[in-house]
Structures are given as C-alpha cells and as structure tokens.
C-alpha cells in the first residue's frame, strides 16, 4: 500500500549547525513531495515542495531534493535558527492522483541556542 | 486574501453522537481536502472535494462522509461517533485544475475530543 517513511523521529542540532531530514516513498507513481512545517499548535504550513521532474529546489536556507530512482527525498536547513524548531513533515501524492497526500509520521527538530 | 477557516474550532462530544465540522477555502480555491491528525496514526488522508465531487478518499469506515457546496465551502461529517475519533481534523484548501497535484494550505483544525 502507500507508505511515506520518514527519519529520523527527532532531531536536536546546536543553533548555526545544519539538518537534514528523509523520507522513502513507497508509490512510484507519486509525483509531487511537499514538506510541511507545524508548530505547536499551530496548522501545518508548507515551506517547499518538488515535483518529480525536478531534482533539486533551493529557497533561502531551505533546499529538497529527490531521488526518484531510489524513491527518496530529502530536506535540508542550513543556519539553523531556534525559531526552525517544530514538527516537519514530509509528503507524497497518493494513488488516484489530485490532492491526495500521505504523509511521513514526522520529525520533531529542536535548535538549541 | 483571507486564509483556509474551520469551525467549530473545538468540539466535546459524547460516543455515539454525530458531528458536522466546516471549512472555508481561500478565495478561488476549488478543491477541498480533509485529514486527520492524532498522536498515534499521524496526518492520515480522508477524502477530496473539486466541483462539489469526491474526487479520491482515503481508508476511513463509511461513518465519514462529506459534501462540498457550490461556493467551494465543504463540511464533513462524522456519525456514531467512537472514542477513537478524538483528532485533530484539519482541511486543505488547492487551486487545481487537471490530474495534477498543487499545494495544500491548511486550516487552522477543528479539535474533536469524543468522552
């Protein structure tokens, strides 16, 4: 069935250091991988995304990149900064296409000062 | 322009009862996609909305269901409910048109807690 696997769980980074989170999709037929940010509390909130035709997206200091052939993506924060602590999600487009996401269980960053 | 909506944004309810959430997509969004989150299983797919159509739905029992009206607005819906129920129910509103996926922004959640 449709599976997204992320790792790791949680992440702890010193403030300034970078941190990279991945993810295997189980769908080759996924096309499209956003990455979602949510604090606590808070809604999730997309900070990038890439579709399958791309190899690599860069905005400021975040950057995905994706390996379709082994089913991966990546992401990546460099500089990190405390406020970039929260839950990070990754997610394919499922079968059926449209607007159906599966998501990863997560990554829980903190970035101490 | 104004952000996705939700309401209710919190809810108690007792077993067996049914629950009605809404949601408001951001102006000239069209498709309208429910998920819910929890602590155990995650942000988990429940279905899709496009030109008052489900378009794709994901593995929930039939006590989910949901409808989408002409201006885009959708609501679900929840019936005998089970304790098991207690999420988080977030929607995610898309401009889309075609096959082709296109970015979800979500609403801020309507938290459902069944006693």
């Known amino acids: 069935g449709e599976n997204v696997e992320q790792h790791p769980s949680t992440l702890s980074v010193q403030e300034g250091d970078s941190a990279v989170i991945k993810c295997t999709y189980s769908?080759?037929?996924?096309?499209?991988f956003p990455w979602y940010k949510q604090e606590l509390g808070k809604r999730p909130q997309l900070i990038i995304d890439?579709?399958?035709?791309?190899g690599e997206k860069k905005d400021q200091r975040i950057a995905v990149t994706l390996n379709k052939t082994a089913k991966h993506f990546s992401l990546h924060i460099t500089e990190t900064q405390p406020e970039d602590s929260a839950v990070y999600f990754c997610?394919?487009?499922?079968?059926?296409?449209?607007?159906?996401?599966?998501f990863g269980a997560g990554t829980r960053l903190a970035v101490h000062p | 322009k104004a952000g996705v909506t939700q309401t209710p944004r919190y809810l108690i309810k007792t077993r067996g009862q049914q629950v009605t959430l809404s949601c408001s997509p951001i102006?000239?969004?069209?498709?309208v996609s429910w998920y819910q989150q929890t602590p155990g299983q995650g942000l988990q797919f429940l279905f899709e909305?496009?030109?008052?159509?489900?378009?794709n739905k994901g593995n929930f029992p039939g006590r989910f269901s949901g409808r989408q009206f002409s201006n885009s607005r959708s609501e679900m819906n929840v019936s005998t409910l089970e304790l098991g129920d207690s999420a988080l129910y977030l929607c995610?509103?898309?401009?889309?048109?075609?096959?082709?996926?296109?970015?979800?922004?979500f609403g801020p959640g309507t938290r459902l807690t069944v006693t």
């Open positions: 995610a509103s898309s401009l889309t048109a075609g096959g082709k996926s296109y970015e979800q922004y």
């Open positions: 769908d080759s037929a996924s096309n499209y």
């Open positions: 890439i579709r399958s035709n791309v």
């Open positions: 997610a394919a487009s499922g079968t059926g296409g449209y607007n159906k996401l599966i």
């Open positions: 102006s000239g969004h069209r498709s």
């Open positions: 909305y496009f030109s008052e159509t489900q378009r």
